[in-house]
């Protein structure tokens, strides 16, 4: 089946600083694979997504590259601010039509001013 | 910009009690979805539902949940008999066509069964 493995956190960055977050993936066929964020009291968001092998997806400073040869999706900042303080869930869907979201366990991101 | 809604964000309950935990997905939207987190855990997929039937659900969602589309609106999950295990936040999300690719999801529910 499928399955998503995520960078064991926390992780506790100070402002400014790099981030990677480390995700990779099991898959048969070609999944769509995503980054949802969730905020302190708060539902899931959609930050990016790649739908294809090569793709880069963007939003707000974070990126992350769709890599077929590696099977992975690792989310990336060049200088996070305080406000980017969450938890980062990587995840995958099929091409069944049902679509189903498969998650990895989430990494728990502090940034200190 | 249209999003999904849940009520209530927080339900307390005894166990062996029956909940029904209700959503509203965006409007135009044909595919529905129920997952839970549970404190700590990872986010489980449940149940897939289109076109008024189930199409997906996991090993989870045993004879004690359903899920029903009562009206044009409204999504719902029931639990039949809680047991202290579905203390979980469940998230409803919805998707907009089969060639859609992103499930917009609700802010949760928290249910808590004591």
């Known amino acids: 089946g499928n399955s998503v493995t995520q960078m064991e956190g926390p992780v506790t960055l100070s402002e400014e600083a790099f981030l990677t977050i480390n995700c990779t993936y099991t898959?048969?066929?070609?999944?769509?694979l995503f980054w949802y964020v969730q905020y302190p009291g708060e539902g899931l968001q959609l930050l990016l997504k790649?739908?294809?092998?090569?793709d880069k997806g963007s939003n707000k400073g974070f990126e992350a590259t769709y890599r077929k040869e590696t099977t992975s999706f690792h989310l990336e900042k060049g200088s996070v601010q305080v406000s980017d303080s969450a938890v980062y869930f990587c995840?995958?869907?099929?091409?069944?039509?049902?679509?189903?979201?498969?998650f990895g366990s989430g990494t728990q991101l502090t940034v200190l001013p | 910009e249209p999003e999904v809604t849940q009520t209530p964000s927080h339900q307390v309950t005894q166990m062996g009690q029956e909940v029904i935990l209700r959503c509203v997905p965006i409007?135009?939207?044909?595919?529905f979805y129920w997952y839970r987190q549970i404190l700590g855990q990872k986010v489980e997929f449940l149940v897939s539902?289109?076109?008024?039937?189930?199409?997906?659900k996991s090993e989870i969602f045993d004879d004690q949940f359903s899920v029903e589309r009562p009206d044009g609106s409204n999504f719902t999950l029931k639990i039949r008999s809680t047991k202290l295990e579905d203390s979980a936040m469940y998230f409803c999300?919805?998707?907009?066509?089969?060639?859609?690719?992103?499930?917009?999801f609700g802010p949760g529910t928290r249910l808590t069964v004591l």
């Open positions: 999300a919805s998707r907009e066509s089969w060639g859609a690719d992103t499930q917009y």
């Open positions: 898959a048969t066929g070609y999944p769509s």
């Open positions: 790649a739908t294809k092998a090569d």
């Open positions: 995840a995958l869907s099929d091409q069944g039509s049902a679509r189903q979201l498969t």
């Open positions: 409007s135009n939207h044909l595919y």
């Open positions: 539902f289109y076109n008024n039937e189930i199409s997906e």
